[in-house]
């Protein structure tokens, strides 16, 4: 890629971190050289609930924000994609660069995809002979802090945790903006919440409007997995939990030998991968992990379909969401993958009137939709790239939607009938096979018994 800045740009530097007076701004620092001998600076910050208690051990903070710094740093890199790479914050052992190198190549696959960048050889984060990094023990409280987006899974994930009683706490980060759509979600789950504010430099929306650097999706659960671990450390939480489901290990598209998976960070490879980081690194004495791990879509959307006092209130389409944005006041954009996902999935377990009422319209009634939906099916093109579902999932949706009867003169339900119901076997067997419980491998014992 040649165009504007990109081909001018030589080094990448991650320069510094500062904890601000107020104890509660955290400054991370990069810098972009270019052959012209211009630099280019940027600031990225996260802004805490509560002031950091002096009662953090200070190392321990810095074992922390080192990781996060660079984690942070993916958004800026990106954009010009150098192959040096500079690390003058921290000094990285080699199992740590190598951490790096898989988290930036993997993490940002779909970006590499979209841009058509070939990837291989670019990213090598520096190795130091003298780091010697040793993770850092404290004695947190034995409660967690549980990842709310104002989606079904996190809200299923909730309602799990409260029926165990366990103390928890919602963290909330916000980018750029306030989510009212997510806050508003707070009396009804009946939890209190932590609200983390990530700031990131208005100079990027400006140089993305320019069109002389490279824009896409970065694996924006690995950021917020490093935050949450913040988050843990300073106000002594043991666990932070987060939603991601079993179908986000399926990938959706190979290039130059790397399957592109969309949702790589929050897939159980990166979650086994962060959560071995943050105990040999950072502390053992935070656990990351994710309670819906062993479910499918399926079993989530089966599991929410009963706590109809969300229904009014929740949102899974990420259009609420854009960075620079502020969320629109509708829920659902009623045209991108995820609203037409979830809108199939919602009427496999619920009536036409109550998922018609969520969206305010009926999406498997919209006949430009059926592309889109072809892709969910898997006989079209490539999976969608949005947090959705695998084709079996798909598929056994559209069957029990089809066997309901609600929706049979929509073009979309017409299109499932045409083109797959007539080639389907054993659609029961693959349903139970959806919605059983599976492997429990990745949870903590204490919370091995919740699901079942």
Not at 58 to 81: E, N, R, T
Not at 307 to 323: E, G, L, M
Request: charged share 20%; proline share 5%.
């Amino acid at each position: 890629y040649n165009g504007g800045m990109i081909s001018q740009a030589i080094y990448f530097s991650f320069d510094s971190y500062h904890i601000g007076k107020d104890k509660r701004t955290l400054s991370f620092l990069y810098s972009v050289g270019f052959n012209t001998g211009v630099v280019s600076r940027f600031v990225d910050k996260v802004i805490l609930p509560e002031a950091i208690p002096q009662t953090v051990s200070p190392d321990l903070l810095d074992a922390v924000l080192q990781p996060l710094h660079l984690m942070l740093g993916i958004s800026y890199w990106k954009m010009f994609c150098p192959k040096e790479i500079k690390v003058l914050s921290c000094q990285l052992s080699a199992e740590q660069a190598a951490f790096w190198n898989t988290v930036y190549t993997r993490g940002l696959g779909e970006f590499f995809y979209r841009n058509e960048l070939d990837f291989r050889g670019l990213i090598s984060f520096p190795v130091s002979q003298d780091a010697r990094p040793k993770p850092i023990h404290f004695s947190p409280q034995n409660r967690s802090l549980v990842g709310v987006a104002g989606g079904k899974d996190s809200l299923v994930t909730v309602e799990l945790l409260r029926k165990a009683k366990k103390e928890i706490t919602g963290l909330v980060i916000e980018a750029n903006h306030e989510y009212p759509l997510v806050r508003e979600l707070f009396p009804k789950m009946g939890i209190k919440g932590l609200f983390v504010r990530h700031e990131i430099d208005e100079k990027m929306k400006e140089l993305n409007e320019t069109g002389l650097v490279l824009n896409g999706h970065i694996p924006i659960s690995a950021v917020y997995a490093f935050v949450g671990v913040l988050i843990a450390i300073v106000y002594d939480y043991n666990y932070f939990i987060v939603s991601n489901e079993k179908s986000a290990n399926f990938g959706n598209a190979m290039y130059h030998g790397l399957e592109v998976n969309h949702q790589w960070s929050k897939s159980e490879e990166f979650e086994m991968f962060f959560r071995a980081y943050v105990n040999d690194f950072i502390t053992p004495d935070v656990t990351y992990f994710s309670i819906l791990r062993p479910l499918t879509e399926l079993k989530i959307v089966e599991l929410f379909s009963k706590y109809h006092q969300y229904f009014p209130h929740f949102s899974s389409c990420n259009k609420n969401f854009t960075v620079f944005k502020k969320g629109s006041s509708k829920k659902w954009c009623g045209e991108c993958a995820k609203c037409a996902f979830m809108f199939l999935m919602l009427s496999s377990f619920l009536s036409k009137e109550d998922v018609v009422g969520m969206f305010g319209q009926n999406l498997l009634a919209d006949p430009s939709l059926v592309p889109l939906y072809q892709q969910l099916l898997g006989i079209r093109d490539i999976k969608p790239f949005d947090c959705v579902g695998t084709f079996e999932e798909v598929t056994v949706a559209f069957y029990l939607v089809h066997e309901k009867g609600e929706f049979m003169d929509e073009p979309v339900i017409k299109m499932f009938e045409r083109l797959v119901l007539p080639g389907m076997k054993d659609v029961s067997k693959l349903k139970n096979h959806l919605l059983e419980i599976g492997n429990e491998d990745s949870l903590p014992k204490e919370f091995m018994n919740i699901l079942i």
